[in-house]
């Protein structure tokens, strides 16, 4: 199993431009969420999943879309990039097992927005 | 809603000290409680967890206990070793949220030789 893979791994986009963060996963997980990583702050969650065509928002979702057509997919996108979106972003899928729910994360997409 | 709070770092130790990362809850459910590490440059990945009270996780030499009477879930290892060095998350989920997760701030861990 490949688990939790994301690209690209690294991005620099200039204001104002509109891209695409690609995770997938092939554990046939059915919760996948996006999460974003600021120095001193964690990890705060920006959109979830808990199946295909389920997603709902997280903590800090302004400035972000996601869709999940597949179980496999769940790309992140940012609408019009701002400096505050330069972050590290990992992509997380899990199951539950009895009432335990653990996360497996993908090696995360460091992007800068000039 | 839920909440972790864990000691602020960075935390910098000799090879083969102790080490304790301590880790306090809030949470209105019943959660389960999770560490784990992130290495420089990669993505965060389970070192342990709990799933009730008195419960005792342990991997690599690191444990930690779940106390519901202190809501605490501190993270403990004997004797570190360089290779130890790295952030460490605690964090708690439980059945309601999942793929939610709620996460700590992290603490830095440096080991010296």
């Known amino acids: 199993n490949a688990g939790v893979t994301q690209t690209p791994k690294f991005q620099v986009l200039k204001t104002g431009q509109s891209m695409t963060l690609q995770c997938a996963q092939d554990m046939n997980h059915e919760y996948m969420s996006w999460y974003r990583q600021d120095p001193g702050m964690g990890l705060r969650l920006i959109h979830y999943s808990v199946g295909a065509g389920i997603t709902d928002q997280g903590e800090v979702p302004n400035g972000y879309n996601v869709s999940r057509s597949t179980t496999e997919d769940f790309p992140l996108r940012l609408l019009s990039a701002a400096p505050s979106q330069t972050s590290v972003y990992f992509c997380?899928?899990?199951?539950?097992?009895?009432?335990?729910?653990?996360?497996?994360f993908g090696p995360g997409t460091r992007l800068t927005v000039l | 809603g839920d909440s972790v709070t864990q000691m602020e770092g960075p935390v910098t130790l000799s090879e083969e000290a102790f080490l304790t990362i301590n880790c306090t809850y809030t949470?209105?459910?019943?959660?389960?409680l999770f560490w784990y590490v992130q290495y420089p440059g990669e993505g965060l990945q389970l070192l342990l967890k709990a799933t009730k009270a008195d419960d005792k996780g342990s991997n690599k030499g690191f444990e930690a206990t779940y106390r519901k009477e202190t809501t605490s879930f501190h993270l403990e290892k004997g004797s570190v070793q360089v290779s130890d060095s790295a952030v460490y998350f605690c964090?708690?989920?439980?059945?309601?949220?999942?793929?939610?997760?709620?996460f700590g701030d992290g603490t830095t861990l440096t080991v010296k030789p």
């Open positions: 964090a708690l989920s439980d059945r309601t949220n999942a793929g939610k997760s709620t």
């Open positions: 997380a899928s899990s199951y539950l097992q009895g009432s335990t729910d653990t996360q497996y």
């Open positions: 949470a209105t459910g019943y959660p389960s």
